[in-house]
């Protein structure tokens, strides 16, 4: 046995070495899926002073907030797909986000309503790609009793349905408050 151990032979060798290769990878993959698992909660969102003074603030006044339901949207049900793929590539566009952390481009109240028009248009245009999949998550126009809703509600989502428009198209500042002149930026999605 110590000979073994000690002058392993070639075939020992890429066993153990597939081994030990299958192991490092599990316990990566576990560590990047439980690291990606923590960045998705509230807590992680509002660690920043810039998320919760501000956007967070603004989502504890809204209805996916506080609804007769009882059910309440967090950050990441909105902003982070729960799709893997589609999650690896949101989480990679974050970093651009940690950046301006760091360069501190809306560490103040100032800076952060000077950018709120340009994040909000990055926020709707990926929304507006992706046919509104975060919203439709929880929301889904085949399921909706329209017959339920009211009169102006339903007629605009029959419209809606049949023009192949996707939630975010009306529902800008559903969570968050809208910029000055955000119908403009809008409109140029």
């Excluded at 192991?23 to 509230?42: I, P």
Aim: aromatic letters at 8%; a neutral charge; charged letters at 25%.
């Amino acid at each position: 046995m110590w000979r073994t151990l000690l002058r392993p032979s070639a075939r020992f060798s890429m066993g153990l070495l597939l081994l030990v290769g299958i192991a490092a990878g599990v316990v990566f993959w576990g560590g990047f899926n439980w690291a990606m698992d923590l960045s998705n909660t509230e807590t992680f969102c509002i660690s920043c002073h810039e998320m919760r003074r501000g956007p967070y603030e603004e989502l504890k006044k809204t209805v996916h907030w506080s609804n007769p339901s009882g059910v309440r949207a967090t950050c990441a049900d909105c902003h982070v797909p729960k799709a893997w793929h589609h999650k690896l590539v949101r989480k990679i566009q974050a970093t651009n986000e940690l950046f301006h952390k760091i360069a501190g481009t809306v560490n103040t109240p100032a800076k952060f309503e000077a950018r709120r028009l340009e994040m909000a248009a990055n926020v709707w245009a990926g929304m507006k790609s992706s046919d509104s999949r975060e919203c439709r998550n929880c929301h889904r126009m085949d399921s909706m009793e329209l017959i339920r809703q009211l009169n102006a509600a339903r007629k605009k989502h029959e419209r809606a349905a049949e023009d192949g428009d996707t939630c975010i198209d009306c529902h800008q500042g559903i969570a968050h408050e809208l910029p000055d002149d955000w119908e403009d930026a809008y409109d140029a999605l």
